[in-house]
């Protein structure tokens, strides 16, 4: 998909200019000259991986221990902790580190380049000399800051001052977050960060600290090194299969009555590890939880880490604590192969030290040499080849080593791979291929590892890594078909009798069966419209019902700033471009003196759908009479236009007609889509009534359409085994396997959109495009425009009307209740009250705008979806329909198209989805339906914007 953006309104900008003018000018160095251009100045982190760093010492022999807090022997030694099913067990080892990985040759070394760390918040302290450095944040305080080192806003180093000491902490501290935040700015002392533990580890964070120590600023105009070593303070907890379980699948892991508030005082010199503090909150205990949804079946995946859901990866981070003699218990639920539900709850001793892992290996109870061999279980690809980073970040980890049960000992095993099994049903079925690799797999990185550092005078046990891949998928065109069968439909019309599209029933005849603002057109051919304001003649009648209110004066108090006023909110009777009383819907009669002279096409979104140079005016004799039956005309004036079979294709076009005296007086949208795009979808909403959507939404098209060759996810399943190595010679006791799937996912590649249109107007805009065709004659979106009367939308369809506020004021001028239903006269009308279609509906013939409780069925009370799915990526959703959904309730398709904004036309493409409906919430605003991000509702929102309509069927 193309990448979304959304476009800064305008009124922003001079707040935006004036805030960097004074960051700009407060950062001044006062012993340079022009010092504000001098990026040398610029206060800029080095960021330093500290666990990195310390393990490259370690294993170079310069250090005992890997870790920057002290580490015993018996705070590493393995433990086994007895269940109180007095079956199971856990086995409990602990390494130094979070999680810790080797670094290959592109990332060994101290300053880190690039790294996953992301934004961080840093404060800053100085002073005149050593002694003199603040004790509060006076130069800055919590600032974001980049994963790159670099301020969001800029800090200058000054002479006067030259003495400082940087804290720094991760994630980045936004007030939104209470459950992570750093002492007041007016703190004086040593800074420190209050933490608080989620209870849920999907939503747990790693926490990383660093302080700079003092830093100078010796060399005038040239910032001094800054450097950040990040150190981590929390402490990873891993569960993870072992090998020997009979079959069962685990569904939930708790760890109970662990404490979970603390404060961590940062260190006040470099590469120093903080302290902890828990004791205000040694009363608060509470339970730490992992769903696993799936749940994990054990005897199919032994020796694999257990994630919460497929490529999660979830870790548990801890606050380091005592477990001896605290009743921390961990609590395991699962099910038997016969389907009994069951627990048991292992009583945790020792203690989770800051900057380590503590993994624990559910097993059966026994006694021996413990050979440990864990992956992670899932790398997803897209179908393009890149990450799915929402399961997994694409890496598989491995953890290869043994350790006598009791002590500290632990020695790297190595690995390889020795079988794949593929599978083309999602998982249902696997194949062996023994040591043949799929062909869309690329080949792996490493197929085999030493389960740790053996580079240096002392073997280390740490991760290796795969870096798996696979190859794009091949797509499959289903535009050029979908297109093909429009090009050999059964050519409509003649040169000599164009096919009436007012008349779908007898094309061939000039009867007007209901005129409309929009029509579709599924063949190529000969086509012709009648002069009509909108729906205003059906079966040859003139309905002045759609154009003359019957609802009375309804006054109107509203108010803007300065703009007040109260009005009648009613307009009784519509106007044409010339802000004249319409008293006849045939346009030229209505404009007998300055008549329709003149096509011209506003925007199409495919070349040549109809060429301009096909347009023309024809009358044709039809006797076209009043509600009573008295004649009012008896020829009718058409304009006719000719679709090709080379040059018609899914998509869209919008043309105008101009008078003699050169006004545009209006405007139809043609729509070229399959002619079951306006087959009907009963849907019930909240109060079981039922609305027929039409099945696509107004003008939608497709620019691309591929699909992969395959419809389910396909997976490798690669299995590992433990061999001989440096450190083990012949075959290792015990020798683990273990398993892990990459697996590449279908997909869809679809570029679509559909016109959107402003509340109560009929004329339709571009929504977006892809950097493909779009020949359009609309106006500069970012210049707003600004109209004086309804006749002004009219006569300038090309113009994208804004108003300057987020509501509409003065300057979007449709302060009226019934633009869309004739005779509403209600303020806030958010009802099953029938829409009364008028002239201004952009709906094409038997549609109109939707009610305003017409989608309350495709969301639950608190604004849940009602969906069957949503795909985010396709930017689609499918909303059961009916209110209270079985497996067999059918489902509609709603698309994320884009909207304009109000303000400028700018054009924003998101994930979520806006339609129009007919009824207003007051005389500026409608309503409207949303959607995004697992939220739905009916809302309320400034005409002024440009949504998309989903046609429902008259009643």
């Not at 012949?730 to 959107?756: H, N, T, Y």
Request: proline share 5%; aromatic share 12%.
């Amino acid at each position: 998909m193309k990448k979304e953006y959304y476009k800064l309104p305008e009124r922003f900008l001079p707040l935006l200019v004036s805030i960097l003018t004074i960051i700009m000018s407060a950062c001044a160095d006062e012993d340079l000259v022009n010092n504000n251009q001098n990026s040398q100045l610029d206060v800029h982190f080095n960021i330093v991986d500290g666990q990195q760093t310390a393990f490259s010492k370690h294993s170079s022999g310069l250090t005992r221990s890997a870790s920057i807090v002290p580490i015993s022997n018996s705070d590493l030694a393995s433990k086994k902790l007895l269940a109180d099913d007095n079956q199971h067990c856990l086995i409990q080892t602990t390494i130094e580190g979070v999680n810790p990985i080797i670094a290959g040759p592109k990332t060994r070394g101290t300053v880190i380049k690039k790294t996953n760390l992301g934004d961080f918040s840093s404060s800053a302290y100085r002073g005149t000399s050593s002694s003199a450095i603040s004790n509060t944040p006076t130069w800055f305080y919590q600032q974001k800051t980049n994963a790159n080192g670099t301020l969001a806003n800029h800090f200058q180093w000054a002479g006067a001052e030259p003495y400082a000491r940087f804290y720094a902490v991760y994630p980045e501290i936004k007030s939104s977050d209470n459950k992570i935040k750093l002492s007041d700015e007016s703190y004086s002392g040593t800074p420190y960060v209050d933490f608080e533990v989620e209870q849920d580890v999907e939503k747990q964070k790693d926490l990383l600290t660093a302080c700079t120590g003092e830093v100078i600023y010796n060399t005038p105009g040239v910032a001094p090194e800054t450097n950040l070593m990040f150190q981590h303070a929390l402490t990873a907890v891993k569960f993870s299969v072992g090998p020997n379980l009979s079959p069962m699948t685990i569904n939930k892991i708790e760890i109970q009555n662990v404490l979970y508030k603390g404060r961590y005082t940062f260190p006040t010199e470099y590469n120093s590890p903080g302290t902890w503090d828990l004791s205000a909150h040694q009363s608060e205990r509470t339970t730490v939880t992992l769903n696993c949804n799936p749940g994990e079946d054990a005897s199919k995946m032994p020796n694999t880490l257990i994630v919460g859901k497929e490529g999660s990866n979830y870790t548990f981070f801890m606050l380091p604590q005592t477990l001896t003699g605290n009743s921390v218990k961990a609590k395991v639920y699962y099910t038997t192969h016969d389907g009994q539900s069951k627990t048991m709850t292992i009583t945790l001793t020792g203690s989770w030290i800051q900057g380590t892992t503590s993994e624990y290996k559910l097993s059966l109870k026994k006694s021996a040499w413990e050979n440990h061999l864990t992956v992670s279980p899932i790398a997803t690809f897209e179908y393009d080849g890149s990450t799915d980073y929402n399961e997994g970040d694409g890496l598989i980890y491995v953890d290869s080593y043994r350790e006598i049960n009791g002590t500290s000992y632990k020695q790297p095993v190595a690995w390889e791979v020795v079988k794949y099994e593929e599978s083309d049903d999602d998982g249902h079925s696997w194949v062996d291929k023994g040591m043949n690799r799929p062909e869309w797999l690329n080949e792996l990185d490493k197929s085999q590892g030493d389960g740790g550092d053996l580079t240096g005078a002392v073997p280390t046990v740490a991760t290796d890594q795969i870096f798996p891949a696979v190859h794009a998928a091949i797509m499959k065109d289903y535009l050029t078909p979908y297109n093909k069968i429009l090009k050999n439909e059964n050519p409509k019309g003649s040169s000599g009798n164009p096919f009436n599209l007012a008349n779908p029933t007898n094309g061939s005849s000039s009867d007007i069966q209901e005129s409309a603002n929009s029509y579709l057109i599924s063949a190529p051919g000969y086509y012709r419209i009648p002069l009509v304001y909108g729906n205003g003649i059906k079966e040859n009648k003139i309905r002045k019902g759609t154009y003359i209110s019957s609802a009375p004066v309804t006054n109107i108090g509203y108010s803007y700033e300065a703009f007040n006023r109260t009005a009648d909110g009613i307009l009784h009777h519509f106007v044409d471009h010339n802000n004249n009383p319409i008293t006849n819907p045939l346009i030229n009669e209505q404009n007998s003196t300055d008549k329709a002279e003149k096509v011209y096409i506003r925007w199409e979104d495919q070349p040549n759908l109809v060429r301009e140079s096909s347009f023309h005016f024809k009358s044709y004799p039809t006797t076209i009479t009043d509600e009573n039956g008295a004649v009012i005309a008896t020829t009718v004036d058409f304009v006719e236009f000719e679709v090709t079979k080379d040059d018609i294709l899914n998509g869209n076009l919008s043309f105008a007609i101009v008078s003699h005296s050169g006004k545009t007086m209006w405007a139809w949208h043609l729509w070229f889509d399959h002619k079951d795009a306006l087959d009907q979808i009963p849907c019930k909403n909240a109060d079981n009534i039922t609305y027929n959507f039409s099945r696509r939404t107004l003008g939608y098209t497709m620019l691309k359409w591929e699909e992969t060759t395959y419809s389910k996810s396909r997976k490798v399943r690669i299995t590992m085994r433990q061999k001989a190595g440096s450190t083990v010679s012949g075959v290792p006791s015990s020798a683990q396997e273990a398993s892990f799937i990459v697996k590449q996912k279908p997909g869809v590649d679809l570029q679509d959109r559909a016109p959107v249109f402003q509340a109560g107007l009929s004329f339709s805009y571009v929504a977006y495009n892809f950097g493909d065709y779009v020949n359009s004659k609309t106006g500069d979106y970012g210049i707003p425009h600004h109209a004086a009367s309804v006749g002004d939308f009219i006569s300038h369809p090309d113009a994208y009307f804004t108003s300057d506020a987020y509501r509409n004021s003065t300057a979007f001028p449709t302060p009226y209740l019934n633009l869309w239903s004739i005779n509403n006269d209600k303020v806030d009308n958010f009802s099953n009250d029938r829409v009364d279609k008028t002239i201004y509906d952009p709906c094409p013939a038997g549609f109109h705008v939707p009610e305003s409780k017409a989608f309350t069925g495709f969301y639950k009370t608190g604004g849940t979806p009602n969906t069957k799915s949503i795909d985010l990526n396709d930017r689609h959703y499918l909303f059961y329909t009916e209110p209270n959904p079985s497996a067999h309730t059918p489902t509609i398709r709603f698309e994320s198209l884009g909207y304009r904004w109000h303000s400028n036309g700018g054009i924003v493409v998101y994930n979520g989805i806006a339609y129009w409906t007919a009824m207003p919430v007051k005389v500026d605003e409608n309503y409207y339906f949303s959607a995004q991000y697992g939220g739905a509702t009916t809302f309320n929102q400034a005409r002024s914007f440009g949504y998309n309509i989903r046609p429902v069927a008259d009643r």
